[in-house]
């Protein structure tokens, strides 16, 4: 834990501090063409899960 460089970081709230997302993406199974997730890295937080949370002004 580096929680004491200054920063104020919270928690993402794109991923909920899990540094992925479930995006839903077509596929094609057994001929049969159905929505699955797929995980990718939070474009947010950058797959850390947490981010710098600005304090309010
Ligand atoms: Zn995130």
Do not use: I, K
Not at 18 to 23: I, K, L, R
Not at 28 to 34: A, E, F, K, M, P
């Amino acid at each position: 834990m580096s929680d004491e460089d200054g920063q104020v970081r919270a928690v993402c709230t794109g991923c909920g501090g899990d540094g992925q997302v479930a995006e839903p993406e077509l596929a094609v199974l057994n001929g049969v063409g159905q929505t699955v997730l797929t995980l990718r890295r939070c474009r947010w937080c950058d797959g850390e899960g947490r981010r710098p949370m600005h304090p309010p002004l």
